[in-house]
């Protein structure tokens, strides 16, 4: 079963920007679509990004698009989402997941980390 451990989160103030980590127990990334999602109090799960495993293709959701980059390290097996110009509308857990594909919308997640709180205020 993979495990997925998520870093980076905290408290950052509107327009500033995080970087988060996902560091994977697997043999190669190249094997599995990985991308992150969030969740926050009331609202529904949100997919947010998703890196193919052999052709490193990226996909965003509209929301995130053009203030939030995917990316990997095969070497080390880490996945990073970094995100810029943050909002406070972008308060939430934010997980790391495998997915059966990488689609949009994203489907359900197959298996997801603890995740990292990233909180956006003045």
């Known amino acids: 079963q993979v495990q997925l451990v998520e870093s980076g989160g905290g408290l950052v103030q509107p327009g500033g920007s995080l970087r988060l980590s996902c560091a994977a127990s697997?043999?190669?990334?190249?094997?599995?679509?990985i991308g992150w999602f969030r969740q926050a109090p009331g609202k529904e799960r949100e997919g947010l990004s998703c890196?193919?495993?052999?052709?490193?293709?990226?996909h965003y959701a509209d929301s995130v698009k053009g203030r939030f980059t995917i990316s990997r390290d095969n070497a080390k097996n880490v996945v990073y989402l970094q995100m810029n110009s943050l909002e406070p509308e972008d308060t939430a857990v934010y997980h790391c997941?495998?997915?059966?594909?990488?689609?949009?919308?994203?489907?359900?997640?197959?298996?997801w980390g603890q995740g990292t709180q990233v909180t956006v205020s003045s």
């Open positions: 697997v043999f190669s990334l190249d094997y599995y679509f």
């Open positions: 890196i193919s495993g052999r052709e490193g293709s990226t």
């Open positions: 997941a495998t997915y059966v594909g990488c689609s949009q919308p994203m489907a359900p997640p197959l298996s």
